[in-house]
């Protein structure tokens, strides 16, 4: 249980209790009744104390006189004397999902080659070496460096009658280089997250614990808080090492993909509309899936692979030869100096011109919904102009053909699973593209096993454009495809 009070809310400090240490409710004062709710207060960061002598921060924060809840919070662990959640130097996570990741008990035992017939006796193992086990990468996420990596702790219990020699937990940490402020706790939080469920290919994610520690005078790590968050129950997480990816399948890219995934959110990239959340929806299509793999697969395309203008010398001819057009007919409306003066920012005059003429003609509108279909169409027309490029079809087909070694076996494999025979060439981007637009427009058709084949195919290939664009080998991506899909 959690009591205490928050000091910024109100003109005196808000006394709260939470009894099962996630819903917060607000204790009134003896001298009023009741308290009368007033404008919502947000606040990123509210500080605060336990009765036990303990500090306390909440993360996003709403308030309004009556009521109170947050993302997450943290505390400190020890009341002598408590920390003051100022700084941290270390992060840690443990939960099913690292458990998962960091390879089970394959990864901790080897087994003992002492040319002993095991037939002959129990099949023996025996630990590995600290060093063999935890492992420690270089990353720099949002411009902090920092080092991720598994560190094991063993817990023994010497408990009278308990037979347990020892438990081996892998723990999640983030190490960094200089000592951060407790405000990036949440952002943490959310790159561990998303590396988790990236791995996992699931939102259902979930830790046990989380703790921060610092560094004190003789350089060793002493834990100073503990921390949570909310999470949304998205059921049951069943994933075991058939079907995420392990330390052992990225191997040295390790903080590469860590930071890769984990700086996406910040790039406003964080694309998780095609992930599931639990085994159910893994194995469930329907057009709302089908679109949100559609827009996700565009998404990673248009970040990770070059653009038609790159690729195609035709196509940038013909672009080039449009931008010219305009430019050189309108050279000839002012005279020769002016013109070779504007001939470098013609094109983005232009643009501009027509953005200055549409503003005019949306405050010809007499009605707002007018005036913002104007500016909405206006910014569409020069947008769609930028982004010509590939077509959805183009792209699916460009991704088909530019991994066909990784992805040619899994095809097969995966049209033999779902019982599908193809008779000649098939365009399978046509198909794809197909389903996408009609769903788009509000007109789709039912979904066949063609469809299913193709959604699972885009699945796939995002993930091979992510762990390709962050250097790890066509051999161990072809592994984990054939694990996760």
């Not at 390879?103 to 006796?121: H, L, P």
């Not at 203008?309 to 940038?316: D, H, R, V």
């Not at 009605?367 to 590939?390: C, E, G, H, N, T």
Request: net charge negative.
């Amino acid at each position: 249980m959690l009591e205490g009070y928050l000091s910024g809310l109100e003109e005196n400090e808000v006394r709260f209790i939470s009894e099962n240490d996630e819903n917060f409710r607000i204790i009134v004062d003896e001298e009023h009744f009741f308290r009368l709710q007033h404008e919502r207060i947000e606040k990123d960061i509210v500080e605060g104390y336990l009765f036990n002598n303990r500090n306390f921060k909440m993360f996003g924060c709403i308030y309004n006189g009556r009521s109170l809840s947050c993302k997450g919070y943290v505390y400190s662990s020890s009341n002598n004397p408590p920390d003051t959640l100022s700084q941290f130097d270390r992060i840690m996570f443990t939960g099913k999902p690292i458990d998962v990741f960091a390879g089970g008990s394959a990864n901790v035992m080897k087994k003992i080659d002492d040319g002993i017939d095991w037939n002959e006796r129990l099949f023996v193992k025996e630990p590995r070496y600290w060093n063999e086990i935890n492992t420690k990468y270089p990353a720099m996420v949002n411009g902090i460096l920092c080092e991720v990596g598994i560190d094991y702790a063993i817990y023994y219990n010497e408990r009278w009658g308990e037979r347990n020699i020892g438990t081996c937990t892998p723990r999640f940490y983030i190490d960094f280089k200089e000592s951060v402020g407790t405000d990036i706790i949440p952002d943490c939080y959310l790159w561990v997250f998303d590396f988790m469920k990236f791995l996992s290919f699931r939102r259902n994610i979930k830790f046990d614990d989380i703790k921060i520690y610092k560094r004190n005078s003789d350089k060793k790590i002493e834990k100073t808080g503990i921390v949570y968050f909310r999470t949304i129950d998205r059921g049951e997480y069943t994933n075991s090492d058939l079907n995420t990816i392990l330390t052992r399948d990225i191997g040295d890219k390790f903080g590469e993909l860590f930071q890769y995934i984990a700086e996406r959110r910040q790039r406003d990239t964080s694309d998780e509309l095609f992930v599931p959340d639990n085994d159910t929806e893994y194995k469930e299509l329907s057009h709302t899936s089908f679109l949100e793999c559609a827009l996700s697969f565009e998404g990673e395309y248009d970040r990770t692979q070059e653009t038609k203008i790159e690729t195609n010398a035709e196509f940038q001819q013909i672009k080039q030869l449009a931008n010219d057009v305009v430019i050189d007919e309108s050279c000839k409306l002012v005279d020769q100096e002016e013109s070779d003066s504007l001939k470098e920012e013609l094109l983005e005059y232009i643009k501009k011109r027509f953005e200055s003429a549409a503003e005019e003609l949306k405050e010809q509108q007499t009605s707002r919904k007018k005036k913002d279909k104007i500016v909405k169409y206006a910014k569409k027309l020069l947008d769609d102009l930028d982004k010509i490029d590939f077509s959805l079809e183009e792209q699916f087909n460009n991704v088909l053909k530019k991994y066909a070694d990784i992805l040619n076996d899994y095809k097969k494999m995966l049209a033999q699973r779902m019982k599908i025979r193809f008779e000649g060439n098939i365009n399978l981007g046509q198909i794809f593209s197909k389903m996408r637009n009609e769903i788009g427009h509000g007109h789709p058709k039912d979904i066949e096993d063609i469809h299913a084949y193709t959604f699972q195919l885009a699945r796939c290939m995002i993930y091979v454009m992510i762990l390709d664009n962050t250097g790890i080998s066509h051999d161990a991506i072809k592994r984990v495809i054939h694990k996760i899909f």
